[in-house]
Each structure stands twice: as C-alpha cells, then as structure tokens.
C-alpha cells in the first residue's frame, strides 16, 4: 500500500479514537438518565446491527451472505463478538462500579501494551494463516519508547489529582476489558481481509447482540420503563453512541486493523484518556491543568514515536 494510503488509515484511525473518546461521557449520561451498561450495549448494537444489514444488502454480493465458509472460521466470529462487543463493554463499564474511574481509564487503556505482547507471543508460539496475518512488529526504540511515553503521559492525565487505590474486583474487571479487546485487535484484521469490512463487523455485531442475551434475560429491566427516551439527552446519546461510536466507527476501524496493522493502530487508543478530558472541557466546564497538558503531550508524542517503523520492511 502507498505511503499516502497508509497516511489517510492513520487520520481515519485518531477521527475514531477522538469519537471513542467522547463515548464515556455520553454513556455517563445515559447510565445517569436511567440506564444500565447492557442496556445501553444492546440498544446501540441493535441499531448498528440494522444499519449495516441495510447497507450490506444494497451492497450485495458476499457481504449479505448469512455465514462464513467454514464452522472454525464462524466460530471465530463468534470469539470476535464476544471479545469486541458484549463482553469488553460489560466488562468496561461494570468496572466503574467497583473502582475509581481513574483505576478503570489507566487500566482498559493499556490494551495497545497487551495487543503487543500477544502479538510477539503468538507469533514465536504459533504459525499458519492466522498468525502469518498479525502484524510484524520490530521490538526497538521508536516502538518500546514510545509506548513507556504514552503510558507515563497516560498516568499524568488520569491521576492528575487523584489517589490510586487498589481495587481488586474493579481493577481486574478494568484489566479483562482490556485484555479482550487485545484478543479482538489479534485476529479482526484477518476476517476483515478474508470476508470484507462490512460482513466482518455485521458478524461482530450479531455475535456481540446474541452473547449479551443471557445478560438481559437475568437482569432486573423494570428501569427502563422510567427512561424518558423523549428526552434529547437519551436518544440523542442513543443515536451518537449506535450510528457514530459503534456504526461507522466499528467499520472504519476495522478497516484501519487490515490496512495499518493491528499493533500500530491500537497504540492509537493511548489517546483516549486525551480526547476524554478535552471532551470533558468542552461539554462540561472541566479545566486543564499543567500536569494534564504534559501528560497529553507525551501521549501524543509516544502513539507518533511508537508508529516509527513498527513493520519490518
């Protein structure tokens, strides 16, 4: 792929990243409106669900076909939706609720971190077409440097002012939305290669609503009916989060995996904690200290130093 190609993944890579950013805050909202996590993971699922259907039926050809050549390759599918969708964002999301959101943001953002070590580790384990499609990472400065960066600049943005406190089920929760959103970044790239874009994420998607069933049934719904979802508040955020977040972003990022490589553009999701806090600025009053402007500029610094020749030629 030409340089210039390559160029145009990245600005499509940081334009999610910054949307992602911003999701925290809507779905704080949301869950203060009334809502719980899985809730809110299935409506916005079953929106992007009927939106990509839609698009891949005027599309035609192989993305409306129903399912993938082989039982091993739908069943990682399967893994993929899992890991991507229904169990990431339980996990994300009922961590705030037995730790400190600071503990949550530093810890589901190390995701580039173990996207790298399976990445070596599978590569040096394993081989065949799946692990021929990761991506060939070169353990150097630009890379190792730059990910100390961005994890040091991670740290100054999130505790700036804050304590950290050690929160065993919290933190483990935070740690395994993390740890499944590595083992997406592993293997979507291949699908998406294999199958195209947009029959990959409509998989992803249906897999991620139907593991999230069980979640629903079990749960107490009463809630919902004192839900103003009238309320520009709640489907507008519903609208942002299935249409913008999840929709395009998911599609856009997978095309990212396939064309950039899954390490180097996860270390894109370091800059999540920086689009959050200018977010939190700009919607709701927040301000910026010293500390929190160095540590978004080492982000910054470290996700460019850390995607300097991250493929072997």
């Not at 950039?260 to 904690?273: A, C, D, E, K, Q």
């Amino acid at each position: 792929m030409r340089r210039q190609g390559k160029f145009l993944f990245h600005i499509l890579a940081f334009i999610i990243v910054t949307i992602w950013g911003v999701t925290f805050i809507s779905t704080k909202i949301l869950i203060s409106s009334g809502l719980t996590p899985a809730q809110i993971f299935t409506i916005r699922f079953t929106v992007a669900y009927i939106g990509i259907w839609t698009v891949c039926l005027i599309k035609g050809g192989r993305d409306k076909v129903l399912f993938t050549r082989t039982l091993k390759e739908e069943l990682m599918m399967v893994f993929l939706g899992v890991t991507g969708g229904s169990l990431y964002f339980l996990t994300e999301n009922t961590a705030l609720a037995h730790t400190q959101a600071s503990n949550a943001a530093f810890i589901v953002c190390i995701a580039p971190l173990l996207t790298l070590l399976l990445t070596l580790i599978l590569k040096r384990l394993f081989k065949g077409p799946l692990m021929d499609g990761l991506e060939n990472v070169r353990l150097g400065f630009p890379l190792i440097g730059g990910t100390v960066m961005a994890l040091t600049g991670m740290f100054l943005v999130i505790f700036n002012g804050y304590t950290l406190h050690i929160s065993p089920k919290g933190d483990m929760l935070a740690f395994g939305a993390a740890l499944c959103w590595a083992l997406y970044s592993q293997f979507m790239s291949q699908m998406t290669i294999r199958y195209g874009t947009f029959f990959a994420t409509r998989k992803v998607f249906f897999y991620g609503l139907i593991t999230i069933i069980p979640v629903i049934l079990l749960s107490d719904n009463s809630n919902i009916l004192n839900v103003q979802f009238s309320a520009i508040q709640v489907w507008g955020n519903l609208l942002f989060l299935s249409v913008l977040a999840s929709l395009f972003c998911f599609i856009g990022w997978n095309r990212v995996m396939a064309a950039i490589g899954n390490v180097t553009s996860t270390n894109y999701v370091y800059l999540n904690p920086v689009i959050t806090l200018i977010a939190a600025i700009i919607i709701l009053g927040e301000s910026m200290t010293v500390t929190a402007a160095i540590g978004s500029a080492m982000i910054l610094g470290g996700v460019i130093l850390a995607g300097v020749k991250t493929k072997k030629d």
